[in-house]
């Protein structure tokens, strides 16, 4: 189990949904079909939740099996969190803590169902310096109205 000294917060990225936690558990990343859909990624980055109190708004709810269901932003649509119902353990969304440095993923679950290029998305290579200077350059333009 993880523990830090930092506060362990996170939210939606319209800014609706607050959360605390007390402290963190096991990290891992999930590549089951469930977790890509509800993701729109190739796996789910999830973290035990210890202690975890929604401090502003409510997430809504998704029944995605008989045995749990997925918190989201009914505003924004971000994915929150990951609900079992026989042992009330609560992941959340790893990208939505406020520093997901707090929670590297130390296992995979379900890897067998991975997409077959997952395992080398790290490995790809990056763009040129022109394209770089580009993305950067657009970037540059972008306000974004997502809330911390």
């Known amino acids: 189990m993880m523990s830090h000294d930092a506060e ?3 939210g939606c990225q319209c800014g609706a949904i607050r959360y605390r936690i007390d402290a963190l558990g096991r990290s891992s990343v999930c590549h ?9 990624a190739f796996y789910a980055a999830l973290v035990v939740a210890n202690g975890l109190e929604w ?16 918190g989201f932003c009914a505003d924004c649509g971000t994915p929150l969190s990951l609900e079992n119902f026989a042992d009330d353990q609560v992941e959340i ?16 679950i379900n890897h067998r169902y ?5 395992d080398g998305i790290g490995a790809l290579p990056e ?8 993305n950067d350059a657009w970037n540059a333009q972008v306000i974004s109205y997502q809330k911390p």
Request: net charge negative; charged share 20%; glycine share 8%.
């Open 114 to 118: 991975a997409c077959s290029f997952a």
């Open 32 to 40: 089951c079909r469930m977790c890509q859909r509800a993701f729109g």
């Open 55 to 70: 401090t502003q708004g409510t997430p809504r709810y998704f029944t995605s099996s008989n045995i749990s269901k997925r």
């Open 127 to 134: 763009p040129d310096d022109q394209t770089i200077a580009e």
């Open 93 to 108: 969304a790893t990208g939505t803590l406020d520093d997901p440095e707090q929670a590297p993923p130390g296992l995979q």
């Open 8 to 10: 362990i917060t996170g």
